[in-house]
C-alpha cells in the first residue's frame, strides 16, 4: 500500500528566508508525487508533480522539489519565502499505476509567513 | 475553461434535511473524485468514477450518502438525512486519466454546515 508522511504539521519563516516542507513517501511502485496548494477558503491547486523523468521538478511560484528514491523523500523547497506563499500545503502520491489513480494525501503542513 | 464548477460554494441545512451538492468537471476529463475535508479527518476521498462509472466508493461513510454521475458533464453527491457530523467542505475533482502522473483539477468545494 502507498503512503505519504508530512513530517511537519507547521511552519513559520521570515519573509526572504527558505522554506522547506518535508515529505516522505512509502510505495510499492515507482510513485507518481505531486505537491498541492491550499490557500484559506480556497480549493486545492497543483504546484508541481514528479512524473519519473527529471529528479528535480520545477513547479509554480518558485517552489521546486526533489525526488530522491534512496530516501524516499519528495521534499518541497522555495528560496526565498514570499507572504502570499502563507497556506497549507499536501504532499500526494498517486496510487498505483492500474488503480485509477487515487491520490493518497498526506495531512498537509500549514506554512506561516512572517513579514 | 472555467475549470471545476462546484454549486452551491456555501450549504447551511438542519439535521434530517436532504443535501444535494452538484459538479461539473472541466470539459473532456474522463474521471470524477468527491473528497470531503474536515479538520479532524483531513482529505478524504468518498468515491470516484472513470466514464461516468463509479469505481470506488469505499469512502462513502454511510448509506445516508450516495453519488451518481448520469453524464459526463454533471455529478451530484446527496446526502439524506444529513447530521451535523457530516460538516464539512466537499471538494470535487476531475481529470484526463492517459497516464500515470495524470494531476487532479479541483473544484472551490461547498462548505456545508448542517445545524
Known amino acids: 500500500a502507498q503512503s505519504v508522511t508530512q513530517l511537519d504539521s507547521h511552519v513559520s519563516v521570515s519573509e526572504g528566508t527558505p522554506v522547506l516542507l518535508r515529505c516522505n513517501y512509502s510505495s510499492s511502485y515507482s510513485p507518481s508525487l505531486f505537491w498541492y496548494v491550499q490557500h484559506p477558503n480556497k480549493g486545492l491547486q497543483l504546484l508541481l508533480k514528479?512524473?519519473?523523468?527529471?529528479?528535480l521538478v520545477k513547479g509554480i511560484n518558485g517552489f521546486e522539489a526533489e525526488f530522491k528514491k534512496s530516501e524516499t523523500s519528495f521534499h518541497l523547497t522555495k528560496p526565498s519565502a514570499h507572504m502570499s506563499d502563507a497556506a497549507e500545503y499536501f504532499c500526494v502520491v498517486s496510487d498505483s499505476y492500474n488503480q485509477g489513480g487515487k491520490l493518497i494525501f498526506g495531512q498537509g503542513t500549514e506554512l506561516s509567513v512572517k513579514p | 475553461d472555467a475549470g471545476v464548477i462546484q454549486s452551491p460554494r456555501h450549504e447551511v441545512t438542519e439535521m434530517g434535511q436532504e443535501v444535494t451538492l452538484r459538479c461539473k468537471p472541466i470539459?473532456?476529463?474522463?474521471?470524477l473524485f468527491w473528497y470531503r475535508q474536515t479538520m479532524m479527518r483531513g482529505l478524504e476521498l468518498l468515491i470516484y468514477f472513470n466514464n461516468n462509472v463509479p469505481i470506488d466508493d469505499s469512502g462513502m461513510p454511510e448509506d445516508r450518502f450516495s453519488a451518481k454521475m448520469p453524464n459526463a458533464s454533471f455529478s451530484t453527491l446527496k446526502i439524506q438525512p444529513s447530521e451535523p457530523r457530516d460538516s464539512a467542505v466537499y471538494f470535487c475533482?476531475?481529470?484526463?486519466?492517459?497516464?500515470?502522473?495524470?494531476?487532479?483539477?479541483f473544484g472551490p468545494g461547498t462548505r456545508l454546515t448542517v445545524l
Open positions: 475533482a476531475s481529470r484526463l486519466t492517459s497516464g500515470r502522473a495524470d494531476e487532479q483539477f
Open positions: 470539459s473532456g476529463h474522463n474521471s
Open positions: 514528479y512524473t519519473s523523468a527529471a529528479t
